[in-house]
């Protein structure tokens, strides 16, 4: 999950796209960054891994400007969360600049194809295919939109994404296909607004239009026009949203901790997203740092963490015993220390920790450690001191 928010009008586009990011800060946090078409017809790009703040610093005051624009802020799945892989993701001339949600599945055949046609990447993620994807259909000729189109047809998974370029100063592209997270138009005062969820559009209106499945966008100041990838016109009803923005955010529920639990389905889809080929029966799970040989030998599991991740935890026990067959036992942080739990070098310790910070879950695991346990951790927070004292995350 990340969140796209785009702009084009005759205010600052900086500003509403940065508006709109803050809205979707809560869909990614590895990097931002944003793309703005200046009034010289220029495109210039700002990124900085880590949160929003970061790319507010990169910013710097008032130096950039302009009325077109797409920004992004990340949940890394191709390549580490660094300002090289942040997006905007752009080909080396400059034509084709792209902010992306979802994963391209068939990424290492289109990465293969286009390297034998000699393109060259500068990050690790999927979402750069795409626009060298979309300079293969320009130098065939094709014009702009259409050569957009034809990119996005080769793509297989749920993707949205925006898209703009120097050669349509006026306008942002926009496309969802499948459900990798929602592309919403609304337009405001002599602009239009795009973005991944209603809170980034809400200050602006209340009217908006939800982009179905397979549904592409070319928008302008004044308005969209919508087709299907084939370039078919369609129609899409434009909803009034009844929301305040802070129930917009909460969306349909009463209150954060009945989203988070009804979110929980989306949750676990974008955490196993990329990471596990049903299809294949592969599971890549890289940050774990698990080699073969040592998955073998592991003889006991250790599940540690505080409150609601405890509950968690027992639910994992079930789990692990079942298909692994490992003894698995789950403690309260709290407690684990005063237990002296038996650990020896075939015992791993899976410490469940949101903010990656709980400090008794934090003991617990380096206790553990010191015992000579390996150490692993499910963390919300990247980056905190959780994801830094395991061994694998
Ligand atoms: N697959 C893309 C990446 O790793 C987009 C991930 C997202 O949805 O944030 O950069």
Known sequence: MCGIAGYVGGGDAIEAIMGGLSALEYRGYDSAGLAVLGPDGVVSVRKAAGKLANLRAALGEGSLSGRVGIGHTRWATHGPPTDHNSHPHADPGGR???VHNGIIENFHTLHAELAAAGAVFASDTDTEAIPLL???????????????RQALKRLEGANSVAVISPLAPETIYCARL??????????????VFAASDVPAIIPHTREMTFLENGQFAVVTAGGWELTDLDGA??????????????????GPYRHFMQKEIHEQPQALIDTLR?????DEGRVELPQMNLDAAFARRISRLHIVACGTSYYAGLAGKFMFETLARIPTEVSAASEYRYYDPIIDANTAVLIITQSGETADTLAAGEMARERGATLWAIVNALGSQATRIADGC
């Open 274 to 278: 990329g990471r596990v080929h049903l």
């Open 134 to 148: 979309v300079c293969q259909g320009l130098d065939a000729g094709l014009p702009l939109e259409e050569a957009i």
């Open 96 to 98: 084709v600049y792209v």
């Open 178 to 191: 499948g459900n990798a997270g929602g592309v919403i138009l609304g337009r405001g005062d002599g602009a």
């Open 233 to 250: 016109p369609l129609t899409a009803p434009v909803h009034t949203i009844a929301w305040d923005p802070v129930s917009a955010v909460k």
